[in-house]
């Protein structure tokens, strides 16, 4: 024997033997799979799933970590939305950043996206192309030029505008809006040769994007150029009455492509180190508008996509667009406070060591994990540092408009001959300044600053006026008490004076008390009421609002408690080890200890999970380890399964030799049951076929064999549909057992359906020998239920298991008794009693069967209760009628009504074997202890 054939013995040797070491090969290739998808969840989706769902669970059970005392998020709450329409006006975003501004908020971020659109009519100037702002727009673009800390949203169009079909066609009908920007459906198709069909539903979405890239293209050739030079190169015979929206798209592209350009210089790119993430996919930008970008601070944007499951976990950390990456804002919010404006560093998710402050652990796809800031038992889920925005809007109004209000009309019920000089110029600063806030009129920063500066100083000299001339009042009125009218007006004056000072003191102790809490931080202005559209599903809860996410972000960069994932090598060690010890387990200890010493090994890896989680933020697989026992542990046991399943199968070939293989199969899978004779409870099945000795004889062996065995294959079909045990068969002939030798509550109902199923079966088969010339086949069932002796019947060295007993018989006679009453199926009453209300049946008679003193009501079996009856239901109820005058002794009223049921089924047995009963009691009545029993004198 050679080497090789040795050693292929050997194994199937140790494979028939179960050799352990066979079953340490098996969890090692398991353990290795399991690891490596674990290592690669970009490869296997379930292990991506789970492993972020036990991460979920982690954070939701963890102690908070530490929160940035630089984090103040502004809400717009349902309290605020109460008091302010939505969208909230951009009015009140202006009071809101200059309030902030004014408290000494060191940057002030809002999550809202005032962005670029195509104009309205009358929305720019036809000659400059800047657009006509509101009020409102102009409020808020002086509130950010003089804070000078906004840092604006922004996003991509991570989805593709245009269909693939006008992609694919996008360069030819681009040069067609080049040479005619103002061309219908007909005449793109003719400039471009492109069909109408490609892009008539999209043909505004078409301009729009070709003149976006038109004009890009001549800005990019000489970004000096004005919009009326853009105009005059693609609109050059312009029609004012005709060609407005081609004007207008063209002002939206000349912005566009100038709000580009401003976020390209106000934001810090990325740095990229170790292995290099996969970028997004961008196809274009979504700008703040012109005014407003111009003067904030810096930019971020605010694409971040959720994971498969739908829950929000790991943002991007930048985008790549046209060669640039732009930070996430949440990124940049906090970096820029944190580090001064350093650019932030990206790590590689498998770097080793720890990670420094300024490196977010950057994964594949280029996003990373957020490290969540509180947890599910915490009221809000993150973040303490919440104030309402209307906290802010009610500041400014009694800060900017209330008070200074007051005061001007208390400086202007003044004689003008008795004003000093620092009331004409409050006046004067009041008036400008309210102008620039309410967008009315230009202010420079520093002139609006100074201006408040002094309007300070002055009303911290009006308060000391103020109170030393209410003090001068005190001081006088117990002299001027005998003059109650001067008295009561100088009353008067003072209580003026208190009211102002009044509201002086408390604006200034309001300011002192939300200055405490926005001083030197970062202000998140954000959406979190209950119907915003906003609020994302993430670990910590299903509505997590959108700027929850980006302060959480940011208290990353500020605290530098980065979530690091342990590298891939190393968990794959880790996962391999737990499956090597599984499979040791499964291998060389008994089922129970097995399963102890598993259940120990993941408890263990639960355990190194969450004190890396919470101590270190190190990340190892929390599901992994768990997945990986359980698979090692069910693949090592099968493998041994299927050991014991190849010897029982071994076995069973040996014992159907002698036995049915139905009973070596509950023999294999439940010895107990056939140990030793047993009284049980079940339901008997007889069936026969109809003359079936004059059709045998008629036939040849040769045809006569394949005949029968086709209807036995039908029948048992049927039979083992319903949980039947076949017994035997005897000739034509199938005994069936239901509820024996396993029992089963429904034996009874499981028999009359196997009863109308086998009968039902014999149609098809029917047709099937009528077109091959063969004789056709009619079926008689008998069913009994009861209580019978089971187990085995043979020689010592030949058996069979079966039943015996009086109810056994009975069942086979009733399949006899079809003949009397030309019945299909009958079942006997103790049958009927187990399923009274589940089928539809007639009483047949009372009968004794041969060998037997006691009667038994006996019942056709006819269809499932609630189905379609194959006669008409009159007829049922005719013969019931009838049945229960026969019973009654009304012989005529019974043959009237045996004769009514064979009108609706003529040719009715039963009901004529009555009639012909009734004619026959009419003549000689039976005698008074007549129990209308019928003795059947054949088997």
């Known amino acids: 024997m050679s080497p090789a054939s040795t050693r292929r013995f050997r194994v199937r ?59 103040l998020l502004v809400d717009i709450d349902d309290v605020t939305l109460r008091e302010l329409p939505w969208p909230i006006p951009r009015e009140a975003y202006a009071q809101a950043i200059l309030a ?18 195509i104009p309205r009519p009358g929305g720019f100037d036809e000659e400059t192309g800047d657009y006509v702002l509101e009020p409102g727009d102009k409020a808020l673009r002086f509130a950010i030029e003089r804070s000078g800390r906004v840092t604006m949203a922004f996003s991509f169009d991570v989805e593709n505008p245009l269909s693939p079909a006008l992609r694919a066609a996008f360069l030819r009908i681009r040069a067609a809006f080049a040479r005619k920007p103002s061309a219908d459906a007909d005449e793109v198709a003719r400039l471009s040769g492109v069909p109408v069909t490609v892009f008539r539903d999209e043909l505004e979405r078409a301009r729009e994007q070709s003149l976006v890239s038109l004009v890009a293209e001549l800005m990019d050739r000489n970004p000096q150029q004005s919009f009326l030079d853009i105009r005059k190169a693609l609109l050059p015979e312009y029609h004012a009455s005709t060609q407005q929206r081609e004007l207008k798209l063209l002002q939206y592209a000349y912005w566009m492509w100038r709000c580009a350009k401003a976020i390209d210089e106000k934001a810090a790119p990325a740095v990229a180190g170790g292995e290099q993430p996969r970028a997004v996919q961008t196809y274009g930008i979504f700008p703040p508008l012109f005014p407003f970008l111009e003067y904030a601070q810096a930019v971020g944007c605010v694409n971040a996509q ?16 046209a060669g640039r990456s732009y930070a996430y804002l949440g990124i940049e919010a906090g970096s820029a406070l944190a580090r001064q404006g350093t650019r932030v560093r990206f790590g590689a998710t498998g770097a080793e060591g720890p990670l420094a402050a300024s490196t977010i652990p950057v994964e594949r796809d280029g996003r990373f994990l957020v490290n969540w800031a509180g947890n599910r038992k915490e009221p809000r889920g993150t973040f303490h540092g919440h104030v309402p925005f209307l906290t802010f809007l009610e500041f400014y109004q009694k800060r900017y408009e209330l008070m200074d209000r007051n005061v001007r009309i208390f400086v202007e019920a003044i004689p003008e001959d008795e004003r000093k000089p620092l009331h004409v110029k409050y006046l004067e600063l009041s008036h400008r300044l309210e102008a620039a806030l309410k967008g009315m009129s230009r202010l420079g920063v520093e002139e609006s600053r100074a201006a408040e500066s002094k309007m300070d100083e002055i009303r911290g000299r009006l308060l000391e006026d103020l109170r ?114 599984v499979s040791y387990y499964v291998t060389h200890m008994t089922a129970t200890w ?80 056939l140990s030793e004779p047993r009284r049980i409870t079940g339901t008997f099945f007889f069936s026969d076929v109809k003359s079936f000795t004059s059709i045998s004889e008629k036939m040849h062996a040769d045809i006569l064999f394949p005949f029968i065995n086709r209807y036995l294959d039908r029948q048992t079909v049927a039979l083992k549909a319903h949980q039947a045990f076949v017994d035997k068969y005897i000739g034509d002939g199938i005994m069936a057992l239901f509820g024996i030798p396993v029992p089963t509550p429904d034996h009874a109902r499981n028999a009359c359906l196997a009863a109308l199923d086998c009968q039902a079966a014999l149609r098809p088969l029917n047709a099937e ?26 020689a010592l060295d030949r058996s069979n298991y079966t039943v015996l007993g009086d109810n056994v018989n009975l069942a086979a006679r009733l399949e006899g008794a079809n ?28 009968i004794r069967v041969v060998g037997k003193k006691n009667a038994v009501r006996i019942f056709e079996l006819i269809a499932v209760a609630g189905s379609e009856l194959p006669m008409e239901p009159a007829f049922l109820d005719a013969y019931a009628e009838a049945l229960a005058a026969f019973k009654d002794r009304r012989w005529a009223e019974a043959i009237q009504g045996f004769q009514k049921a064979m009108e609706l089924k003529p040719g009715d047995a039963p009901s004529k074997t009555y009639i012909e009963r009734a004619k026959v009691f009419q003549l000689m009545p039976p005698p008074a202890d007549w129990e209308g029993v019928f003795d059947l004198t054949s088997k």
């Open 594 to 673: 097995s399963s102890v010493a598993t259940a120990v090994t993941m408890t263990g890896a639960g355990g190194l999970f969450w004190w890396l989680f919470t101590g270190p933020a190190i990340l190892v697989p929390g599901a992994g380890p768990v997945v990986t026992a359980i698979l090692t542990f069910a693949g090592v046991t099968t493998y041994k399964e299927l050991l014991t399943q190849r010897s029982k199968r071994k076995l069973q070939r040996e014992l159907e030799k002698n036995t049915s293989p139905e009973l070596v199969k509950i023999i294999l899978e439940r010895p107990e049951v």
């Open 13 to 71: 040797r140790a494979i028939e033997r179960g050799d352990p070491r066979l079953g340490l090969v098996v969890g090692v290739l398991l353990a290795a799979l399991s690891a490596l998808a674990f290592v690669r969840r970009d490869w296997v989706g379930v292990a991506e799933t789970l492993e972020l769902k036990a991460l979920d669970f982690a954070f939701q059970q963890r102690t908070p970590i530490s929160e940035s005392d630089q984090i």
């Open 769 to 794: 020998f009528k077109l091959e010339g063969l004789p056709q086949i009619k079926a008689r069932i008998g069913i009994h239920s009861g209580e019978v002796s089971a187990g085995n019947v043979g």
């Open 819 to 846: 003949k009397e009453y030309d019945t299909s199926v009958m079942i006997s009453e103790a049958t009927w009693a187990l399923v009274t209300g589940k089928f539809v049946v007639r009483e047949l008679d009372r």
């Open 100 to 117: 902030l501004d004014r408290l000494g908020a060191r940057r002030i971020v809002p999550d809202v996206q005032f962005k670029t659109t």
């Open 468 to 581: 030393s001339d209410i003090a001068e009042i005190e001081k006088e009125l117990p002299k001027l008490a005998a003059k109650e009218r001067l008295v009561k007006q100088m009353k008067d004056h003072r209580a003026k004076l208190a009211a102002l000072v009044a509201d002086l003191v408390q604006a200034s102790e309001k300011e002192k008390e939300l200055r405490a809490r926005v001083e030197g931080k970062i202000c998140w202005i954000g959406s979190s009421f209950t119907a915003s559209g906003d609020l994302h599903a993430t670990p910590l809860g299903a509505a997590t609002p959108g700027v929850d996410i980006l302060a959480n972000v940011s208290n990353m960069m500020l605290t530098g408690q980065m979530l690091r994932r342990a590298p891939n090598w190393m968990n794959f060690l880790y996962l391999f080890a737990i499956g090597l010890l």
């Open 306 to 321: 959720a994971d498969g499951d739908g829950v929000m976990r790991r943002p991007w950390t930048h985008v790549v667009h």
